[in-house]
């Protein structure tokens, strides 16, 4: 798994300024999800000047449910890394909501991942890695960001993990 | 001359039926409290351009007490709606204070609230409602802003909830 | 320890017109560590516009080794804040390195601090005091911040404490 998608970021690099992130996403055979209503009190994105700042999101598979439970007692570093896969494509959709064209994208500034997890459970930078991998796989160098991996003892839903972001874009 | 004076009218029509944020707050019988002195090693508020970043904050009683306990252990979600709603009452009383005016608040952007939680305990999201409640009350449209809700297992002073948040203010 | 630390950031106050942070670092006889190479989805910092975002990062000793454990737990207060002490110098080795020379550092605008505790550890604002303490007595009232501090259950390595920043820099 990990041998296949450096080989496509491999091949990502070399086309990256032939490609659009939406054809970067096809080429990767990554699907962009339907964006769930949002909560009520409050909304999926927030643009002030050209930063977008995206409300935390989980992880739901194709069904709607989330992907639930603690890493380090009833999910494995690779199932957290599938679920933090599945949250970027989520936030990916909600910016191309917002911006219509994933093109308008200049730089990915700022991830910051909780993970669900057991008081034992230490590697919640490799589960959020698997956020972290889909944004340069797509953006290239424009998808290198700073980040903030921390464990927390409860989620809502108890989802596995939940991501939220800063987004620079074009004027 | 007759397009003046209809356009002036409407403004005064859309006026009459709007308030001030803190019109608002009276109208909602809601009190700002009194700040309690910073810390020491840090303030409660930096501006920098047209954004304001504020300090994490918890909920005090009249008395200045903090509302202490767990989400899902000590305290229902009512009490920390309850609680949140206090978090949001004390972060307007620092604005007003930045501010001289709340009226000067362009945009609720970003929320960002810690629920003191039991392992067990999934509905941080209900928790914070209690203080994204309040901005939309005072602020309207311009009170929805980007969130995110996680658990932890352990707040400063064991209060029930910490709550920052970042607004966009006219120039 | 405290006293000392107070005699030395009175002295710094004195002064900090005349001095540059780097000659303040050396005054308080603190040293800037190597920066270790960046785990590879992320990087350690990425500006925009004016705003530098810093990525969370841990204590490590000299030799390279993370402070470990729980707050409340396995760490006395006292260690936890020399834990954050040593992410401060961290954190301004990485500003160094993306800016060149401090003195373009404008304001010390927003610090995350995440205490790796104890369910019943509630003085995490006095671990990121020792964070905090490093800013103030580094840039003077430009080190004042905006502050969060929270605990967690779980932090990457098991390290004590997380801390991320935001800085503005002059153009």
Redesign the interface.
């Given at each position: 798994m990990k041998t296949l998608l450096l080989t496509l970021m491999f091949f990502t690099t070399l086309v990256a300024f032939a490609q659009s992130p939406e054809e970067q996403l096809t080429q990767l055979n990554m699907q962009l999800p339907e964006v769930p209503a949002a909560?009520?009190?409050?909304?999926?994105?927030?643009r002030?000047?050209?930063?977008i700042?995206?409300?935390?999101k989980g992880p739901r598979t194709s069904n709607g449910e989330y992907i639930k439970g603690?890493l380090?007692q009833d999910l494995t570093v690779e199932q957290g890394y599938e679920a933090a896969r599945l949250v970027a494509l989520l936030q990916l959709a909600v910016l191309k909501k917002e911006l219509g064209d994933l093109k308008r994208v200049k730089?990915i500034?700022?991830?910051?991942g909780?993970?669900n997890?057991?008081?034992?459970?230490?590697?919640?930078?490799k589960v959020?890695?698997g956020y972290?991998?889909v944004m340069?796989a797509v953006f290239g160098d424009m998808g290198?960001?700073?980040?903030?991996?921390?464990?927390?003892?409860?989620?809502?839903?108890?989802m596995a993990v939940?991501v939220?972001m800063?987004v620079?874009v074009a004027d």
């Open positions: 909560g009520g009190s409050f909304v999926d994105a927030v002030v000047g050209n930063l700042y995206l409300s935390g603690k380090g730089r500034v700022k991830v910051n909780y993970v997890s057991a008081a034992t459970f230490y590697d919640q930078p959020i890695n972290s991998d340069i290198k960001h700073a980040r903030t991996a921390v464990g927390t003892n409860a989620l809502p839903f108890n939940e939220e800063i620079e």
